[in-house]
T-cell receptor, first 110, second 111 residues
């Protein structure tokens, strides 16, 4: 079955710097790759997603890149701000469900 | 509100109690899910219902019993739970092949 690995588990960056979180997946049939942000005490919320017919997608300060050949995709956050502090989850679709990465805790240092 | 409503928000129950979690989605989605999120194991998928049929049961103990009476409602019936079942239980829904929308979750404590 599908397996999604996410790295790093914790990422600490200086405010204003960029952050990159990486995920790899195993099922070559996966076509949909969303990223979710979960702030402390809140539900996970979709922040950006990408489909396999696209290599990159950008929405203001966040972007996602996909390399289908290598089976990896990454989340890029530029000009990080304190409100970016959260746990970020990647996922890949497989059959009826999303297979989730273990999450990355992003800490923004002032 | 995101369109997925969960009740109750918090629940404390004894190991001999029976309780139910309720989820309702107003988004017209055709799939609904129960997830368990605990401090050490984030986002464990428990059950998936697609078009009201259960299509996934990830080796969940029988003390958790899901029910999906229609495409908008999902229940999780709980009985004789253990302290290690204490966690955040998240309901979610999605259209086929799309990302999920989560409810606010039920914070369950088993005493």
């Amino acid at each position: 079955g599908e397996n999604v690995e996410q790295h790093p588990s914790t990422l600490s960056v200086q405010e204003g710097d960029s952050a990159v979180i990486k995920c790899t997946y195993s099922d070559s049939a996966s076509n949909y790759f969303p990223w979710y942000k979960q702030e402390l005490g809140k539900r996970p919320q979709l922040i950006i997603d990408i489909r396999s017919n696209v290599g990159e997608k950008k929405d203001q300060r966040i972007a996602v890149t996909l390399n289908k050949t290598a089976k990896h995709f990454s989340l890029h956050i530029t000009e990080t701000q304190p409100e970016d502090s959260a746990v970020y989850f990647c996922a890949a679709d497989s059959n009826y469900q999303l297979i989730w990465g273990a999450g990355t805790k992003l800490i923004i240092k002032p | 509100e995101t369109g997925v409503t969960q009740t109750p928000r918090h629940l404390v129950m004894g190991m001999t109690n029976k309780k139910s979690l309720k989820c309702e989605q107003h988004l017209g989605h055709n799939a609904m899910y129960w997830y368990k999120q605990s401090a050490k194991k984030p986002l464990e998928l428990m059950f998936v219902y697609s078009l009201e049929e259960r299509v996934e049961n990830n080796s969940v103990p029988s003390r958790f019993s899901p029910e999906c009476p229609n495409s908008s409602h999902l229940f999780l019936h709980l009985h004789t739970l253990q302290p290690e079942d204490s966690a955040l239980y998240l309901c979610a829904s999605s259209p086929t092949g799309e990302g999920v929308t989560f409810g606010s979750g039920t914070r369950l404590t088993v005493v």
